[in-house]
């Protein structure tokens, strides 16, 4: 157990759709990151947060974005779904502070899968 | 960012030492290599990581060239529960001061007994 929790660990639903993912990091890591794993396309990195601030961005499409609040929890939506989005979501937690913190390892949850019929 | 390459596939005996290879020839002098796994669709799993000393720690070696062109990441008694794919990833530092990983493909490492 990584400590990182994240819900639902399953969602379907429908092309054209929007979705909500939620991601609770490790106690005190400041750093949340979502990642997509696609059968095709690998584990991708998609978007990164930092006690509140966008840090880096990744392979994310404009129909995604991504949300870090004061409770340092991460959110992952969604929006007009398309087939090509059914994938493994991954949100991975790091870190207690920047500079060379900033290589500390990253402890990942377990996943949302999303299917997209 | 620098990529890396590792073989698609490797098989090891259980209770022998598994050696993965990684070439990351493009590597910078400040970017880090780590080695990731993911065990079926598991989140992957943090192993180890290294600037250009070698490392140890309860899970494994990781072994630097001097040049830091490759590694070799070291399992010393593979189990079977060592079966997944292996990343090696070289960090990409961003101007902000954070990391980004770009993960490959791995190297599915299969043991059997």
């Known amino acids: 157990d990584s400590g990182v929790t994240q819900t639902p660990k399953h969602l379907i639903t429908a092309t054209g759709q929007r979705v909500t993912l939620r991601c609770s990091p490790r106690?005190?890591?400041?750093?949340v990151y979502w990642y997509q794993q696609s059968l095709d396309q690998g584990l991708q990195f998609l978007i990164q947060y930092y006690n509140g601030e966008e840090r880096a961005k990744g392979n994310i499409l404009e129909r995604f974005s991504a949300q870090q609040f004061p409770d340092l929890h991460s959110e992952l939506n969604l929006s007009s779904l398309e087939l090509g989005d059914s994938a493994l979501y991954f949100c991975a937690s790091s870190g207690k502070g920047g500079g060379l913190a900033a290589y500390n390892e990253q402890f990942f949850g377990p996943g949302t899968r999303l299917t997209v019929l | 960012d620098a990529k890396t390459t590792q073989p698609p596939s490797m098989d090891c005996a259980e209770g022998r030492a598994a050696n993965l290879p990684c070439n990351h020839s493009t590597i910078s002098g400040n970017e880090y290599v780590y080695w990731y796994r993911q065990i079926h669709s598991q989140g992957p799993q943090y192993i180890i990581h290294?600037?250009?000393n070698n490392e140890t720690n309860e899970m494994a070696s990781l072994i630097i060239t001097e040049d830091r062109k490759s590694s070799t990441l070291i399992l010393p008694h593979a189990t079977l529960r060592d079966t997944a794919v292996y990343y090696c990833?070289?960090?990409?530092?961003?101007?902000?001061?954070?990391?980004?990983?770009?993960f490959g493909t791995g190297t599915r490492l299969l043991v059997s007994p």
């Open positions: 290294g600037l250009k």
């Open positions: 990833i070289v960090s990409h530092l961003l101007n902000t001061g954070f990391q980004k990983l770009v």
């Open positions: 106690s005190g890591d400041l750093s």
